[in-house]
């Protein structure tokens, strides 16, 4: 059974379990993209790199209905000086489990070894800039951050959409719980990221959010005065805005 409501203008889904909240999201993130793709000849598609997301694009790798070849796809963070070949790397994430698997039209992955770090955050800026994002599906951190926007550096008027950002340490353990580093001093601090008017300007967000390790970002999110505090509590001011959840991520609720 599934447990739907709203919140301000954010519409929030509780599923009994992970698959039914990745199958569910997916459902919907169809849905939009097919309306998008049947009003335009393209859909500009921004997609996380967490583990949180894995049933969500298991369900898109598997998809044989949405039209791929007329989606270009970006993704929101990436990880600075872990060196081409990294297996914890963003673009690597995606690209293994979605990226790979469908024809896209383009797939802009961040150049996170890039020399110039300022002129690499204004290519990546300049290429979401040139027309609207029509859709990001995203994740919200234990630290109640999206994208890689952690409390302490967050601006919901940051001029940028693109910029480098440091890691707090609940966002770098959050990195070691998911198990993709062996301990905290593997995990960078530092890393590019979108920021939260690039995200917030997403005509549509699905933001998919398992696992009890969340549930007090989850109430946060949900209940807290909107603020960078929580940058995820701005989602709740969205037009078009759904917040998916399973029962242990709505534990607090």
């Not at 000849?41 to 070849?69: G, K, M, N, W």
């Not at 297996?87 to 469908?102: C, D, H, M």
């Not at 509590?233 to 805005?241: G, V, W």
Request: glycine share 4%; with cysteine.
């Amino acid at each position: 059974m599934t447990i739907c409501f709203r919140v301000d203008k954010l519409d929030v889904c509780i599923c009994d379990t992970r698959e039914e909240m990745g199958r569910a999201a997916y459902e919907l993130y169809r849905k939009r993209v097919e309306k998008r793709l049947d009003e335009q000849p393209l859909v500009r598609a921004v997609y996380a790199a967490a583990h949180s997301q894995d049933e969500f694009l298991r369900c898109l790798a598997e998809d044989r209905t949405i039209d791929f070849a007329r989606i270009d796809a970006f993704h929101m963070d990436e990880y600075f000086g872990l060196g081409e070949e990294a297996p914890q790397k963003f673009g690597r994430f995606l690209s293994e489990r979605l990226f790979a698997r469908q024809p896209f039209a383009r797939v802009n992955l961040i150049r996170s070894e890039a020399p110039d770090i300022d002129a690499e955050a204004r290519r990546y800026e300049a290429l979401l800039r040139q027309c609207p994002i029509d859709i990001t599906s995203l994740g919200i951190g234990e630290n109640g951050h999206i994208a890689f926007n952690d409390p302490h550096e967050a601006d919901f008027d940051d001029p940028r959409w693109v910029r480098r950002t440091t890691l707090d340490d609940t966002c770098r353990q959050q990195q070691v719980n998911d198990g993709e580093f062996a301990s905290l001093d593997q995990v960078p601090r530092s890393a590019y990221t979108l920021t939260v008017p690039a995200l917030f300007s997403s005509r549509s967000l699905i933001c998919i959010v398992p696992n009890g390790r969340k549930a007090e970002a989850v109430r946060r999110t949900l209940t807290d005065t909107i603020s960078e505090a929580c940058p995820a509590s701005i989602l709740r001011l969205h037009d078009d805005a759904t917040l998916f959840l399973d029962r242990e991520a709505a534990a607090l609720l």
